[in-house]
């Protein structure tokens, strides 16, 4: 099949199409004809040498993708051949065929595009295990989401807003700032021009946030401490800004703050599954019924995959980028 691949970590040029062998089923899983794969941070930081997958993941880069399940493993409901399925994958997606575990598919239903499901399984899994899940966050309460027009920004705006929640991000510019206020947020900052931290004081009027979605880590973590309410959640999820931070603890203690993170990628097959399951019981729904769709950026041919990760680092984009594979 054809697959991206590349030859030693690097920049985005190092990606190109190659022949690589089907992927073998193990008897959880199921072998999807991509229609679409998603891009994602992670796929980035794993062609720089930053991230390498997990034992037993596929080499391949892609963590999500949307298609037809064509085969199925000893150990899967055959009923599932020939069913449309958006699909989280320990890698491999960046390809015309890619293995998943059975039970981290969900449904694509009847008038969903497949570039849009292939969109939705990485940033909503991410955003529901972080936000709902360890940031505790639920009606009534606020949270400030950094990186408010990525992927994952724009999920966690729209999930945040369904679920009744004051929602506040930082954005790099006023376009995006735009963008995010039309996408749901209640209050979008760039932070470029203000400081974040008096303009969420303001905004709470002097309360601060019960909950921090930070993908950014580093020095905004002192600064995320400032601007969150007392009993408030700090959610890391990313660390784009640095992996170490300088805090103090004395805040913590007087405030009451909980400090958590987690990445999903290398978790078990059995907590993906249940976090599947409870997102098709509480969040899917949404979807399924076009209450809520992803905000979609460009989609890129399998082939120009290069240029979706250029686009990917440089900022520019605003929600998903995909990949076309054999499309639909």
């Not at 034992?55 to 055959?78: D, M, N, T």
């Not at 950094?146 to 999920?155: A, D, F, K, N």
């Not at 400081?195 to 309360?207: I, L, Q, S, W």
Request: proline share 6%; aromatic share 6%; glycine share 10%.
């Amino acid at each position: 099949m054809t697959a991206v691949v590349f030859d030693s970590p690097g920049a985005p040029d190092v990606l190109k199409a190659g022949t690589v062998p089907l992927p073998r089923l193990r008897p959880d899983d199921v072998l999807i004809k991509v229609a679409y794969a998603g891009v994602n941070r992670p796929d980035c930081l794993q062609r720089a040498g930053a991230y390498p997958p997990p034992p037993g993941a596929s080499p391949l880069l892609g963590l999500e993708v949307s298609g037809e399940v064509v085969a199925v493993g000893s150990e899967v409901p055959r009923e599932l051949v020939g069913q449309y399925v958006a699909a989280l994958t320990p890698g491999g997606g960046y390809a015309e065929y890619c293995a998943a575990h059975w039970q981290h598919c969900l449904p694509v239903p009847e008038g969903m595009l497949l570039a849009e499901a292939a969109a939705l399984p990485e940033t909503l899994f991410t955003v529901w295990h972080n936000l709902f899940e360890r940031g505790l966050a639920r009606d009534g309460e606020s949270v400030l989401i950094h990186g408010g027009t990525s992927g994952i920004g724009t999920m966690a705006i729209m999930l945040a807003k369904a679920f009744g929640m004051d929602v506040i991000v930082t954005c790099g510019d006023a376009a995006k700032c735009s963008a995010a206020t039309r996408i749901g947020a209640d209050l979008a900052i760039n932070y470029r021009e203000e400081d974040f931290v008096e303009a969420v004081m303001a905004h709470t009027g002097g309360k601060g946030v019960n909950v921090v979605l930070d993908m950014v880590s580093g020095d905004y973590v002192a600064r995320n401490l400032k601007c969150m309410a007392e009993d408030g959640r700090h959610v890391t999820i990313a660390v784009l800004g640095g992996a170490k931070a300088d805090i103090n603890m004395a805040v913590v203690m007087m405030r009451r703050l909980t400090l958590t993170g987690s990445t999903l990628r290398p978790r078990t097959d059995a907590f993906k599954a249940a976090l599947a399951d409870e997102i098709a019981d509480n969040a899917w729904p949404l979807f399924a019924d076009g209450e809520l769709s992803p905000v979609m950026d460009m989609t890129f041919p399998l082939a120009e995959a290069a240029a979706a990760h250029a686009r990917m680092e440089a900022g520019e984009h605003i929600g998903k980028i995909v990949l076309e594979v054999a499309g639909g």
